[in-house]
């Protein structure tokens, strides 16, 4: 049966099974990582062999949204809407946008679309990435190198970050395609340079993970977020004692870095690029992974008490500048023991702000005054009815 529907597909649709043939049973479609840019051939199970349909099988991992388990709405994502579709034994005509699930119950064949347009592929990106820089491509994209797309990555990555307050939204979906981007581009450059292409990055992350997970992949047991982070810290240490010892990378990270010296700690790998505060915790957090905390979060506060009270007692403005960032670094630590996000908080102040004093500016301007023409005890009454506002908001 399989051989004579390949058979009338080449006759009648073109079909060339050297362009890697896709042939997936239609009861189970949702579960196949579908790759638009290669021919698909969708057949009934029955018509492959005598066995009973499937139950409904689990959508795949990454197109599982609330569509995840339509098979059409599973086409409808990955081809374009005018997409021809292909029926065996009957006329031509239909399209993707008419295709309906009764249509599944007999054989149908899709053809390749192009590589760009297979957009909801995994591999549409990295051939766009590709092509924009080919001779005949992009001039901007041409002349791009890692060093000029830094700003790019950081800029991607704010703004990640910034749609993540509002949860999962289409807003977070494309900001994440732009985040996605900078990382398809650095390896298309890694690959033009013939070091590393995205399967190595693919296959380093996914590694990594599993490697770092035991307790879901292996055998070891972590019952709670806190076992979990103690077996990461251990694992991780490990890894750099490893590297150190056959590569002299002693970071454990791949970072080729031969030659350093071994034995250097768990803060090692902590991006210098990082806020400050962002950086402040994750050292922190990743000391008290490996036991280096305060017993009880009233330590943290009196070690508050007494960087705020050297604050005050420092004499030159060097001290001053010290004791300061002493009291911020331990205000991080207070932050993490209550699950706060440094970085997150600052920043709440700061829109906080930002909303209030755009009130305390509107409420000058109804006056038919200038903020600098008013004092301290004006301004203040000003900045309590902004307070008064948003509360009553």
Known sequence: MLDALVAEARLRFGLDPADGLQVVAAESLVAV??????????????MLHATPAVPEAAAVPGRNGPRGTDPVAVLTRLYPAEHPVGRFGADDGVTIAGLDVTMLTSP????????ELAAAGPWAMPWIASRLRQPDGCPWDREQTHVSLRKHLLEEAYEVYDALEAGATPALAGELGDLWLQIVLHAQLAAEAGVFDLADVQAAIATKI???????FGDAVARTASDVNRQWERIKADERAEAATVTGDPTGEGNGASGALPGKGALDGISGSLPALAASQEMQERAANIGYDWPTVEGVLDKVAEEADELRRAATDAEFAEEFGDLLFVLVNLARRHGIEAEAAVRGANAKFRRRFGSVERGAAAQGVALRDLDFDALDALWDAAKAEERTA
């Open 33 to 46: 990582p579908i790759e638009p840019s290669r021919p698909l051939l969708i057949v009934p199970l029955a």
């Open 210 to 216: 599993v490697r770092r997970h035991p307790h879901v």
């Open 108 to 115: 149908l064949y899709l053809a390749p679309v192009a590589p």
